[in-house]
């Protein structure tokens, strides 16, 4: 459950901190007191959009810290799904808002809004004012449906996914090879022509290369020659300054001196070394120059052929490997349009195989979910009596879409009738908004039970309701609050009088700034907040007494029917 809030420098909240408890947590204040943004920081951890005008004036960040204890397996598993692991079964949730961005933590580790957002709903659960509306969607009735039955429902959905996926590419396959008589020849002699012109070309891998190597040579051979014959002489023995003729003459004059003083030896042979290496290097220069001629005809063969291959690696691949890639994919290509009947007709088959097993599974699903959506209109017609629908029916209607989705293939309808002798009609035509609200109500209630969601969050779920009415609603409440913890905004004293802890919104203008606080209330300040609600701005002791009365009755029935 949620055991602490932490708040700071968001909107009209300076900072506040908010220990709630286990049970019925009811949150009432003047309107305009800042109920909204309490429970918009907490959608903030839901994912909730963010922007710089969330920040309180004049400070540099906002703050929303949530603290969970992990009291049931389920939520311990979930989590754990995720690699979240609880700290002394514990969760930190925290999103620090600076400037339209965020940072976002969970147990002090660096988290998306993705894992915060996943994380926060294996924890809590928020009815918003308006969300009853989804209830007139189809596709949300579905997903209510499914999360009722979840235990079987997504297992069987999981394999109508992947038998969709499974459909979807046998169509997409077929679909390529539909094609008329036409298109097929077309598409054949243009596959013979590539696949003909790439042979005809005989490529090897690395050819190119070669190739390149050899045109680079043979268009420059004039400026190799005139260069290899320039350091032929500057190196040679050839002339009085040929680099050999020198080094000759520099050995024979340290040799007439090598016998006056024994350490010119290691001098004399170095030079020798130098000398010889002169002698090599010249001769083979020489014999290089002596093979290299230019063969015009050979320079029109090499840049003929880097012509050919560069011209299809502009058409079918960067590099020669690439081209035979190409070359074996079209070859593939013609072959399956030479067996072009044979392949449809496979396809066909495979299509229809493909087809059934969707079938197959998607009417598996159908079956479990009309199995639970049973069990679901039983639940949801005692959850609609225990608050004040006296003469309901309710009914889950399902048709067949026309074709297939991931999704299998159930169209369904939420009916319900609140009138005897009143035939079912769907939920749009029949219920007004508070009807809505209380039918929404029931089912998330339904749902929490079965997904041990450990809070509840329900903002004005007293909207379009009073009297008898509310009365009724404040007793699910209290009911659901007997196991689950529940925190729920109000403006109605029959909900609020059911309250196992009752905090105070209020707004405190401070000189110009104007800031948001929360705190519990005593019993008596319990009382006196009642008889605000009750008798509006002028409290007297008849509203007081009310108020009194009212709480006092909220406990017996705690006391009494709950336990």
């Known amino acids: 459950m949620l055991v602490h809030l932490h708040v700071k420098n968001l909107a009209l909240i300076e900072e506040i901190e908010v220990e709630f408890r286990p049970g019925l947590n009811i949150l009432t204040g003047e309107t305009g007191a ?21 920040i309180r004036e004049n400070a540099p960040y906002a703050l929303v810290e949530l603290l969970f204890q992990i009291e049931n397996t389920k939520a311990q598993e979930a989590l754990k799904a995720l690699d979240i692991y609880p700290e002394d079964s514990q969760v930190l949730l925290s999103r620090k808002i600076m400037d339209g961005r965020s940072i976002n933590k969970i147990n002090g580790e660096t988290s998306t809004v993705s894992q915060m957002k996943a994380a926060a709903a294996c924890l809590l659960d928020i009815h918003g004012q308006h969300e009853h509306q989804s209830l007139l969607y189809q596709d949300k009735q579905l997903e209510i449906l499914d999360a009722y039955g979840r235990e079987r429902i997504l297992e069987a959905k999981e394999k109508v996914q992947e038998a969709y996926k499974d459909y979807r590419k046998c169509m997409g396959e077929l679909k390529a090879l539909d094609m008329d008589e036409e298109q097929r020849n077309r598409e054949k002699a243009f596959l013979e022509f590539e696949i003909k012109e790439i042979r005809k070309a005989q490529l ?71 000398d010889g290496l002169l002698n090599d290097f010249n001769r083979e220069l020489s014999a290089y120059l002596g093979s290299l001629t230019f063969d015009e005809s050979a320079f029109y063969e090499t840049e003929r052929r880097l012509d050919l291959i560069n011209g299809l690696k502009a058409k079918y691949g960067r590099r020669i490997e690439d081209i035979l890639v190409y070359e074996k994919n079209q070859q593939e290509k013609l072959e399956k349009l030479l067996k072009y009947e044979e392949n449809y007709q496979k396809a066909k088959d495979k299509l229809s195989s493909s087809e059934k097993k969707l079938e197959k599974v998607s009417n598996d699903l159908s079956k479990i979910r009309k199995e639970y959506s049973k069990q679901l209109e039983i639940k949801i017609i005692q959850g609609l009596k225990d608050l004040n629908f006296s003469e309901v029916d309710f009914s889950i209607s399902f048709n067949r879409k026309k074709g297939f989705t991931d999704n299998g293939f159930d169209d369904i309808e939420y009916e319900i009738s609140t009138n005897p002798g009143e035939r079912l009609k769907p939920l749009g035509k029949i219920v007004s908004g508070g009807e809505l609200s209380r039918i929404m109500l029931a089912l998330k209630a339904i749902l929490a039970d079965r997904d041990q969601i450990e809070t509840l969050i329900f903002d004005e779920i007293d909207t379009g309701i009073s009297g008898r009415t509310a009365q009724k609603v404040s007793e699910k409440m209290a009911v659901i609050g007997q196991h689950h913890q529940v925190l729920c905004i109000t403006h109605l004293p029959q909900i609020a009088a059911m309250a196992d802890t009752h905090f105070e919104i209020e707004k405190h203008v401070k000189g110009s700034e ?22 509006g701005a002028e409290i007297t002791a008849a509203v007081s007494e009310n108020a009194r009365e009212m709480k006092e009755l909220a406990q017996v029935h705690k006391n009494t029917r709950l336990k």
Request: hydrophobic share 40%.
């Open 34 to 54: 800042g109920k909204s943004i309490l429970l918009g920081s907490i959608q903030l951890i839901l994912g909730g959009k963010i922007s710089r005008n969330m």
């Open 514 to 535: 104007t800031t948001t606080e929360i705190h519990v209330l005593s019993p008596e300040a319990s009382i006196k907040e009642l008889a605000r609600l009750l008798g």
């Open 204 to 274: 090897c891998p690395g050819e190119d290369d070669t190739l390149e190597r050899q045109f680079r040579r043979l268009s420059n051979a004039r400026q190799i020659v005139e260069v290899l014959q320039n350091v032929h002489g500057i190196t040679g023995y050839e002339g009085q300054q040929g680099a050999g003729e020198l080094v000759g003459n520099a050995l024979r004059d340290l040799s007439r001196v090598v016998q006056y003083d024994e350490a010119l030896a290691s001098l004399e042979q170095m030079l020798g070394e130098v």
